[in-house]
């Protein structure tokens, strides 16, 4: 489903209307969507709280919203949670989705993904990006960072899963 017309969607909604009303100062920070089997997951859409440092999750369920309570940002201290600057949205999700099939056939041929983890967020590094991560079936983790407004890929990389553990 196209993110854009899954916010219009929810922005017109009366529940988030109710929300909005007592909420003004938040703002949309990132939505994510994964896709396993071919089958896409509804977007979770979340809007940032500058002033306590909170996010706000909007869920879709069989049409229905569920809003999530305020929770905690998973962030280091220094780390800013950016808006998302949706005019720069200019490429459909279909081309991302294609665009990540091209890479992993091109670079990663030998990985069998089974689930790919799409986030659109604004980091500081990049700026407003399609942050998408693929799990394959070897145990290998595939990251890839591509602009939302013209579709290059400014990163990938690949490293075990059991590298991410080491680390942590």
Known sequence: ??????????ESSKEFKEWRKSNKDDYFSYAISTIESNNQTEWQLGYYNKKNDKLTTFMFDNGDIRISPEEEVFKRPDMEVNK??????????????????????????KELVIKKIIILQNIEKFGNIWNVTCVSQSFNVINAKIDIENGNVVEHKSASIFEFKKSS
Do not use: V
């Open 1 to 10: 489903m196209e993110l854009k017309s899954t916010l219009k969607k929810l």
């Open 84 to 109: 998302i600057d949706l005019k720069r949205l200019k490429l459909s999700f279909d081309f991302i989705l294609k665009k990540i099939d091209n890479l992993l056939k091109n670079d990663y041929s």
